[in-house]
Nanobody, 124 residues
């Protein structure tokens, strides 16, 4: 079992920045790919970014490319999402997820473990 706990969400003005953290426990994340997803009210849960834990490959959705950056700290068993130039349309609950495997996973159905989410609200 892998437990994931997100933190770092909050209220920020448009143009501001936030850094989300996802702390994992239970098992080392060296065998897991990680992803950040978000879900706005009335919308589906969408991939934001993903990282291949062992090789460092990353994916960022077009809507966040150039503004958000996913990274990981192997020693701390933590994944981060640096969010810059935030827009009101970035408002959502952000979820961290872990998928067993060494490639990048973009489909939420491929993820095995999920955190409870952290709210990000961007005001205009």
């Amino acid at each position: 079992q892998v437990q994931l706990v997100e933190s770092g969400g909050g209220l920020v003005q448009a143009g501001g920045s936030l850094t989300l953290s996802c702390a994992a426990s239970g098992r080392p994340l060296s065998a897991y790919a990680m992803g950040w997803f978000r879900q706005a009210p009335g919308k589906e849960r969408d991939i934001v970014a993903a990282i291949n834990w062992s090789r460092g490959g990353t994916y960022h959705a077009d809507s966040v490319k150039g503004r958000f950056t996913i990274s990981r700290d192997n020693a701390e068993n933590t994944v981060y999402l640096q969010m810059n130039s935030l827009k009101p349309e970035d408002t959502a609950v952000y979820y961290c997820a872990a998928a067993y495997g060494y490639t990048l996973y973009l489909d939420s159905n491929e993820y095995d473990y999920w955190g409870r989410g952290t709210q990000v609200t961007v005001s205009s």
